[in-house]
């Protein structure tokens, strides 16, 4: 049996791995845009770099739906198959998610490696869990996106099928497999319950503090920001998803205590298998008070970004929390959209125009900053030292209290 699920464990012997090249390949369905399909694959690209590979070149195809055995259609194969062998290609990425079937028989005519979106965003989080919860949380959403596909994988017992009394045998190895997996899939539910309790027992031992969580899509800068504001060395980097695990600081401003929290971001075609597996990861900011939505500003798309954090929070029944976004990376912004020989004064009008638009669409205070350069810094802890003080005073208006 293949053991494609066991992903990002080979990264923990330490040894240097061969930087491999792939190619990146997208199907434009009904409703959907060139344009559309060329951002998506731009965040496939950099979730191929993140896990470790260069994409050398990209494939799309027109098609109103997948093609049931392949994905994609045969002359589009077919061209892609000529490529690879010609140029040296290690894999073959898939945007969107393969049925067991289509990766085998994708296998067989490419004689390449076949990784879909959610086999590549697996590998990316088995390489940055650390904790034990987010280790259990990664291999619970490995199992799972198994279970389905393990028909696919068992692909060589179709020969028996024509042997008198062969077929038997191998159906009874399918079935224990799944037996398997699902056994390993319950355990693992278990052992996340008792880690929940584990965390739910530590977040009501922090006391009565307001409770702080920074949220947004990935690569936006929450765990900068994080460092900036609670002034403590936590892990960032210009990856996807460098932040696995929650990371909970206290922080005071002027004598005004608060937890602050850096949660996983979110991301675009995020498997469902693993939305589920990390939801006891999100209790963090369901038992928030405050939620600072951190922005990408200088990103081409962040209107979707914001759109896509907004449904998460919606799902997970908290977009109703007291919400501040914060604009991050303000200083890209300028360097990406503004004429070097603009004024000052017609900069700072732009600004002023943008954030008044912003405020009317989104319906939520924001601020524009830049965590890296440590710009406007002052003005986003005053907006957050109030906004922490009106909820100490929503929940103790009858306590007085001396910070």
Known sequence: MSDNWKIGKERKSGLNKKVERAILVGLIQRNQTEEQIKEYLDELEFLALTAGANTVK???????????????????????????????????????????KQTNILEEELKRKIVDRSTLILDIFASR???AQAKTQVELAQMQYLLPRLRGLWTHLERQRGGIGMRGPGEMEIETDRRIVRDKISFLK????????????????????????????????????????????????????????????????????????????????????LIESFKSTLDEVRESDILIHVVDIAHPKYEDHIQTVTKTLTDLDVSD??????????????????????????????????????????????????????????????TLKIMVENHYQIRYPYQTKRW
């Open 58 to 100: 990209r494939f799309t195809q027109k098609a109103d739906h997948p093609d049931k055995r392949t994905f994609i259609r045969k002359g589009k194969l077919e061209e892609i198959a000529e490529y690879v062998e010609n140029n040296d290609i290690d894999l073959v990425i898939f945007d969107d998610d393969l049925t067991g």
């Open 129 to 131: 869990a650390q904790s």
């Open 321 to 382: 929390k007291p919400t501040l976004i914060v604009f991050n990376k303000i200083d890209l912004y300028r360097d990406r959209y503004f004429d070097k020989y603009l004024e000052a004064e017609v900069k700072e009008n732009i600004l002023s125009e943008l954030k008044q638009n912003l405020i009317n669409t989104y319906h939520h205070n924001n601020i524009f900053i830049s965590a890296l350069k440590k710009e406007n810094m002052a003005e986003l802890r005053e």
């Open 190 to 273: 278990t052992k996340l319950e008792k880690i929940d309790k584990q965390n739910s027992t530590q977040r009501k031992n922090r006391g009565d503090l307001i409770r702080v969580s920074l949220v947004g899509y990935t690569n936006v800068g929450k765990s900068t920001l994080m460092q900036v504001l609670s002034k403590s060395d936590v892990f960032a980097e210009n990856k996807l998803f460098a932040t696995l695990d929650t990371t909970v600081r206290k922080v005071v401003f002027g004598r005004m205590p608060f937890l602050l929290s850096d949660t996983v971001g979110f991301i675009r075609k995020l498997p469902h298998h």
